[in-house]
């Protein structure tokens, strides 16, 4: 009866598993082409635009583009890396890459952030008269609807497949059509009113959005590195569906982690202790299959206890 239920459960994991992460990670890459070509399409429409317009608005702008070149050619690289399977040297796969060129981005936008800022206040000092600022609304209104057209397919893109890292661009793009809004804005109010200290104030303003989203991008590559947990939404979904077998009393030890688009999951869960090494060994595939059907590219490994063995282990302040 063992094996019967062992080629079921490779048959199901097969079927289930292959198929959609295939298709997830061709997403991803359509997703991460697609930002690269983005980008480099706005570099060089607003480097024209600034060259014209002379303005440190369209040049925070021009640079922040460049930056986002760098990321998601970056983010492109890495998250084709983290995508290839496991081999004999890297066991749990590659997708903590995805952090390491999360920190590699981050230094980067932290730089191009420093550099806005001395540029903005520079300019506040020695302000310049802004020419043909209506071409720099029309420059931005062009990357406002481009940049929003991308953001909603990466939106669509990370939903359908869940990866942290597309996640992680969709909102720096977001942030980057907001930012467009008051580069808008700062131009109208120089062309219009004549009121030239709008153009720095909102370089500066640009500058610190950009350490912003920098220091969250650490943060989470930090947290990815560290093998933070899963939110503690994802943790108690684990336990509910481990507890839904009607064979499992108890479940305990849990402990997850992520890297990249796979996710590491190992938990305890308990039964009668009078079922045979055959009977608990089906069970245990049993609830990795239902996790399976929630986290389709997780690694699950299910450690099966006696019901009523009393084990010593840590006592996690966040423990489900």
Request: glycine content about 6%.
């Amino acid at each position: 009866m063992k094996p019967k239920n062992e080629s079921q459960s490779l048959k199901i994991k097969n079927t289930h598993t292959p198929s959609s992460l295939e298709k997830n990670q061709r997403l991803i890459r359509v997703a991460t082409r697609a930002a690269v070509i983005v980008a480099c399409v706005l570099i060089v429409v607003k480097l024209g635009a600034w060259l014209i317009v002379d303005s440190v608005v369209l040049l925070s702008s021009f640079v922040d583009s460049v930056m986002d070149t760098f990321a998601s050619l970056i983010n492109f690289l890495a998250v084709r890396h983290a995508m290839q399977p496991a081999d004999s040297e890297h066991r749990f796969g590659h997708g903590k890459m995805e952090s390491i060129a999360g920190l590699g981005q981050a230094a980067f936008i932290i730089g191009s952030g420093i550099f806005l800022f001395v540029e903005a206040i520079g300019r506040i000092l020695n302000p310049v008269d802004i020419k043909m600022g209506s071409l720099g609304i029309g420059v931005m209104v062009f990357s406002m609807i481009l940049t929003a057209g991308l953001v909603i397919f990466q939106r669509n893109v990370s939903q359908k497949t869940g990866s942290l890292a597309i996640k992680a661009d969709s909102l720096h793009y977001t942030s980057d059509f907001l930012v467009n809004v008051g580069i808008i804005l700062a131009l109208v109010l120089a062309v219009t009113l004549g009121w030239q200290l709008a153009d720095p104030i909102a370089g500066i303003l640009v500058a610190l959005v950009i350490i912003f989203s920098a220091i969250q991008i650490i943060r989470q590559s930090i947290d990815r590195l560290m093998d933070r947990e899963l939110s503690d939404i994802d943790r108690e979904n684990i336990i509910n569906i481990a507890l839904s077998h009607p064979t499992v009393s108890k479940c305990h030890d849990l402990r997850t982690r992520s890297a990249g688009l796979d996710i590491f999951i190992q938990l305890h869960i308990e039964m009668d202790g009078y079922l045979t090494l055959n009977q608990a060994h089906e069970v245990c595939d049993d609830v990795e299959l239902k996790i399976l059907k929630t986290y389709p590219n997780a690694e699950i490994i299910i450690h099966a206890d006696p019901e009523g063995i009393t084990e010593e282990h840590p006592d996690f302040e966040h423990e489900v």
